[in-house]
């Protein structure tokens, strides 16, 4: 019994001590297990709850992705059928303008392969043509034939309503032009019952008059001004020339100085063209115009032939005496003596940039203008027989209505036909440029 109340009273003790000591720690400990497991079943739940959030908004992205996948999708079949289509409009539009494009690349080769047929056929004809006129003139009766159809032509031209000038008066203006006219009519009064040995004195101080007066720049100004007062420059013409040269050549420089001229030089120009109708004058009292006619005309196509001496000649730089002399060579040589070469020194002595060949022409035309005729320049091939030549005369006549004076140039190159200047009117009927026309005229 004491034994099972000491064992009792053991039990009680180890009971009271595992209550105090040991329960309390393993109950606080249990507390805290407790405690750590509610925490982490509610940690749990949070987590569940926040992985259903997250699934649901997962599922939601995806939907979204999904719906925007489709809208892209949608969106990119759009563009893809748009550019397609702009695609196939370019290709279109490019296919369309590659081939007109190329319609008109064949268009232009066939153009070109058109215009080299044409050239090559053009030219073969053209040389054709030239072999068969050649072969027909170097026949003298072929040759004549042509002058003879061109006559025919020029028969059936319709009168020309040109009016013809020569010399100084066709560079002339028109205040010029009437100075010219009144200086002429003039010298006509004043020379009309003048001879030998007057005239000569009277072209030899108009000429040298034109030497001061191309000398003395100022002088010559002063003197051509237009002005109302025209007794001033005639007082001052007076105190130059008084005494010094014969009272014809001061009347006529005192109507050269009353006039009215366009321009300085044509004063100059004026009184030079006295000069030489003093000379012209001189040769129809000693009745030699033809010849003196002739003479210059001569000369005037030797010196068209000869451009290294016309370029001489016409260096107006160069001393007038050097000049004078080789002119003196070509005029010994040619058998001119004389009015003609009294004419030509003047000229030359005279000249102030034109051409020495053509101001020789002037000269010979001036001389025919005096006798109230115009000068016809007729190139042709061979010369004429006495019964063209007087038609050709007839023709001229008729078209220009006045007496026309021919001056024949032979010149083989031109073939057959005519050719024909006056004044600045040409008429050219010549074979050869006819066959320069048509060569000119082939398509490129």
Do not use: C
């Not at 109302?228 to 105190?239: E, S």
């Not at 005496?321 to 005029?331: E, P, Q, S």
């Not at 101001?359 to 016809?376: K, P, W």
């Not at 600045?424 to 440029?433: K, L, P, T, Y």
Request: net charge negative; proline share 3%; hydrophobic share 45%.
């Amino acid at each position: 019994m004491s034994t099972f109340i000491g064992q009792l009273i053991g039990f009680a003790v180890i009971v009271y001590i595992l209550w105090r000591y040991v329960v309390p720690p393993v109950r606080s400990l249990m507390r805290k297990q407790q405690d750590a497991v509610r925490t982490a079943l509610a940690e749990s739940a949070e987590a569940a709850k926040k992985l259903e959030e997250a699934d649901a908004m997962h599922a939601k992205a995806l939907k979204d992705a999904e719906a925007a996948s489709s809208k892209v999708t949608d969106e990119a079949r759009q563009d893809s059928e748009r550019i397609v289509s702009q695609l196939q409009e370019q290709a279109a539009v490019e296919a369309e303008r590659l081939k007109a494009q190329g319609a008109q690349h064949v268009q232009l080769m066939r153009q070109q392969l058109i215009r080299q047929l044409r050239h090559g056929l053009g030219a073969e004809s053209v040389q054709k043509a030239d072999e068969l006129v050649r072969a027909h003139v170097a026949d003298p009766a072929g040759r004549a034939a042509t002058v003879d159809r061109f006559l025919d032509e020029l028969d059936d031209m319709a009168p020309s309503s040109a009016v013809i000038e020569t010399g100084a008066s066709a560079r002339l203006r028109a205040a010029s032009r009437a100075a010219l006219v009144e200086l002429t009519k003039a010298f006509d009064e004043v020379a009309g019952g003048l001879r030998e040995p007057e005239l000569t004195t009277l072209a030899d101080e108009l000429g040298s008059v034109v030497s001061l007066l191309i000398s003395e720049p100022g002088l010559t100004k002063h003197l051509a001004e237009p002005t109302d007062d025209v007794d001033a420059k005639v007082r001052l013409l007076d105190r130059l020339v008084s005494d010094k040269v014969d009272e014809h050549t001061a009347s006529l420089l005192r109507t050269a100085v009353s006039q009215r001229w366009s321009a300085v030089n044509d004063l100059v120009d004026g009184v030079e063209h006295t000069a030489r109708l003093a000379l012209l004058k001189l040769a129809e009292v000693e009745d030699k115009v033809d010849e003196v006619e002739d003479q210059l005309f001569r000369i005037g196509r030797v010196l068209d032939a000869e451009p290294r001496l016309t370029a001489a000649l016409s260096d107006y730089t160069s001393p007038a005496d050097g000049r004078i002399a080789l002119l003196n060579k070509i005029v010994d040589n040619s058998g001119i003596d004389g009015t003609a070469r009294a004419l030509l020194s003047q000229t030359v002595a005279h000249l102030r940039g034109e051409r020495a060949d053509e101001a020789v022409i002037d000269l010979a035309e001036l001389a025919v203008a005096r006798r109230g005729e115009i000068v016809a320049h007729v190139s042709a091939a061979a010369e004429l027989s006495d019964a063209q030549r007087n038609r050709l005369v007839e023709l001229l006549t008729r078209i220009y209505g006045h007496p026309v004076s021919v001056q024949l140039h032979v010149d083989p190159e031109l073939l057959g036909g005519l050719s024909i200047t006056v004044g600045d009117e040409v008429i050219d009927g010549s074979i050869a440029s006819r066959l320069a026309a048509a060569q000119t005229q082939l398509p490129d």
